[in-house]
């Protein structure tokens, strides 16, 4: 699994007291955020890290004559009207504007000064906190300004990220704790998967056994599934059921995935049986290139019903997962069809994703320790 970066921005805004070396800090976590929130006047550090601030020497400079930020100070050179101060941007900076949101009124104003050029505006907001920002994120998707945003929790980045399915640009997040910021760094990176193809080498039923069936929150499309297997190293890719036939309707929110004990990745990067997954779980969602979103889980669903065994190699890697046998329940084909369980035969190739073996303890992965699964 490859880890990539979005466009999201973390922008950092350090708490100076007698318990934090500032300095220290921000030097174990510069290389997983994006601007710092100081000023760079009075920083007497060099961090090599972009700054954002009420302050002509930074590069992303807050413009101060529509609302003060926080902690910004009554500075005279920044006195000009917005129109004279964008039209005089210097080359390299960028200009924006924080405004805190306490209505409709508030929307419209933001809207008109990105009109006018700005590159970026803060929004601050008060208890509702959905709506308003749906509202602005509509508002400014035909412009080219950023929204950034001020986060009082990891919770609240979560959402900010992902509201609207677009998400804000960037959070403005207060801390000296760096796990807060390793958990926010991962929040916002996308995961993408070696998906490649494997040939079936065997198929076996195997009896009655328990069986998962995810229905998760989320509309899945053609093409994804979550990845599954009897390894944590050797993982087949199950189809969601958006395909409905004759006798069945489309369920495109379920992944009938596999048996009790099969492992799954999930968005920490550990492995969980799909016995422990349960209302409120998140799961990854794959499609057929790889590129995986994180989905939560509505309900897991555990009955009895009749297995089968598929066993596939691609060269010397050799995994086997464990299945209902229905209809209903596929895989996807090496050219992206979807093939059913109960049409598949030996030599047919599907996705699947593999990696060296490692050891597990409790889901995590344990690079070092030798591990043989059969």
């Known amino acids: 699994m490859k880890i990539i970066k979005n466009n999201k921005k973390i922008i950092l805004k350090p708490i100076f007291n007698k318990e934090t070396n500032v300095f220290e800090f921000v030097n174990k976590v510069k290389d997983k955020i994006d601007l710092l929130y100081i000023d760079p006047e009075t920083n007497k550090e060099e961090f090599h890290i972009k700054t954002i601030f009420p302050s002509e020497h930074a590069d992303y400079i807050i413009l101060n004559n529509i609302n003060k930020f926080?902690?910004?100070?009554?500075?005279?050179?920044?006195?000009?009207?917005?129109?004279?101060?964008?039209?005089?941007?210097?080359?390299?900076?960028?200009?924006?504007?924080?405004?805190?949101?306490?209505?409709?009124?508030?929307?419209?104003?933001?809207?008109?000064?990105?009109?006018?050029?700005?590159?970026?505006?803060?929004?601050?907001?008060?208890?509702?906190?959905?709506?308003?920002?749906?509202?602005?994120?509509?508002?400014?998707?035909?412009?080219?300004?950023?929204?950034?945003?001020?986060?009082?929790?990891?919770?609240?980045?979560?959402?900010?990220?992902?509201?609207?399915?677009?998400?804000?640009?960037?959070?403005?997040?207060?801390?000296?704790?760096?796990?807060?910021?390793?958990?926010?760094?991962?929040?916002?990176?996308?995961?993408?998967?070696?998906?490649?193809?494997?040939?079936?080498?065997?198929?076996?039923?195997?009896?009655?056994?328990?069986?998962?069936?995810?229905?998760?929150?989320?509309?899945?499309?053609?093409?994804?599934?979550?990845?599954?297997?009897?390894?944590?190293?050797?993982?087949?890719?199950?189809?969601?059921?958006?395909?409905?036939?004759?006798?069945?309707?489309?369920?495109?929110?379920?992944?009938?995935?596999?048996?009790?004990?099969?492992?799954?990745?999930?968005?920490?990067?550990?492995?969980?049986?799909?016995?422990?997954?349960?209302?409120?779980?998140?799961?990854?969602?794959?499609?057929?290139?790889?590129?995986a979103r994180e989905v939560s889980v509505g309900r897991s669903k555990i009955e009895t019903r009749p297995l089968r065994l598929f066993k596939a190699q691609n060269q010397n890697e050799i995994g086997t997962i464990i299945v209902q046998n229905a209809e209903t329940i596929q895989f996807i084909g090496k050219n992206k069809t979807i093939l059913p369980v109960t049409h598949i035969k030996i030599g047919d190739e599907i996705l699947v994703f593999f990696k060296k073996p490692s050891g597990r303890h409790f889901g995590m992965e344990v690079s070092s320790e030798y591990i043989l699964e059969k």
């Open 70 to 291: 926080e902690v910004s100070a009554n500075k005279p050179d920044f006195k000009k009207t917005l129109e004279n101060e964008i039209k005089e941007k210097t080359v390299g900076k960028k200009y924006g504007v924080y405004k805190k949101i306490q209505n409709n009124k508030d929307i419209d104003e933001i809207k008109s000064i990105a009109e006018k050029g700005v590159d970026f505006v803060i929004i601050d907001l008060d208890d509702w906190k959905i709506i308003p920002l749906e509202n602005v994120i509509a508002a400014l998707q035909q412009t080219n300004t950023e929204i950034f945003s001020i986060a009082r929790s990891i919770e609240e980045v979560e959402t900010l990220f992902t509201v609207l399915e677009l998400g804000i640009n960037g959070v403005i997040f207060e801390t000296n704790i760096e796990e807060e910021i390793v958990k926010i760094k991962e929040i916002i990176q996308d995961a993408i998967f070696d998906i490649t193809t494997a040939k079936i080498i065997e198929i076996k039923d195997v009896g009655i056994g328990e069986r998962v069936c995810i229905d998760t929150v989320s509309i899945l499309s053609e093409g994804e599934g979550m990845l599954i297997g009897n390894r944590s190293n050797f993982l087949f890719m199950v189809h969601n059921e958006s395909i409905g036939s004759s006798f069945t309707s489309p369920r495109p929110f379920r992944v009938n995935a596999g048996a009790v004990h099969c492992y799954t990745i999930t968005p920490d990067k550990t492995t969980k049986y799909l016995s422990e997954l349960e209302s409120g779980s998140k799961v990854l969602i794959v499609n057929s290139k790889g590129h």
